[in-house]
């Protein structure tokens, strides 16, 4: 299974909508998936307690990545970095085997230019510290706010097909790295 995990906890985010598209081309390539929104969060792991205990309601959000044979992160750009609540969700994850030897993907979306090549960047060097495997082919949407219609589907035929060669690609990476078979028979 995958597990898309969407960066921000904004209400309404482009990142949701983006997230939405790369879970449709998922099903569409018969690859089970679970997403983590962390819109949902529960409330009691922002506590500083949870550091010590985490609340029984995280558990879900935990179970998503250790189940995980891949992660997909999609991330918008936030002051020229990951959202903090991004951050903070992978600091709650247990160390060392959330990550450790896990695949892992890349979507990043922003309103300017670059389409969040730096908190990707970023990201890449905390999962490289916590020994995921890290899949190359990285999908940037740079002026996001032009790519999306009023029902948040992609606009630009050339994005989607990089988002469905990255999935494929990113099934393939896994099924290899894991000895796993995701795709179902259609």
């Not at 300017?112 to 990285?138: C, D, H, K, S, T």
Request: proline share 8%.
């Amino acid at each position: 299974m995958i597990t898309l995990i969407v960066g921000t906890n904004r209400p309404g985010s482009n990142t949701r909508k983006v997230a939405r598209n790369i879970e449709e081309i998922y099903v569409s390539l018969g690859v089970p998936m679970r997403v983590l929104d962390l819109a949902h969060l529960p409330p009691g792991i922002f506590s500083p307690e949870s550091y010590g205990e985490k609340p029984a309601a995280f558990k879900p959000f935990s179970d998503g990545v250790l189940q995980a044979d891949g992660l997909i992160v999609v991330t918008p750009e936030y002051n020229g970095s990951v959202p903090g609540v991004l951050k903070y969700f992978i600091d709650m994850l247990k160390f060392p085997e959330s990550f450790e030897q896990r695949p892992v993907c890349f979507v990043g979306l922003a309103a300017g230019m670059w389409g969040a090549l730096r908190p990707v960047e970023q990201l890449q060097m905390i999962f490289g510290y916590r020994n995921a495997f890290i899949y190359p082919e990285r999908v940037f949407l740079p002026g996001i706010g032009g790519l999306l219609d009023d029902e948040g589907k992609l606009t630009d035929a050339d994005i989607s097909k990089r988002l469905k060669a990255q999935a494929e690609g990113f099934v393939d990476f896994v099924e290899r790295l894991k000895s796993v078979k995701l795709r179902h028979a259609k």
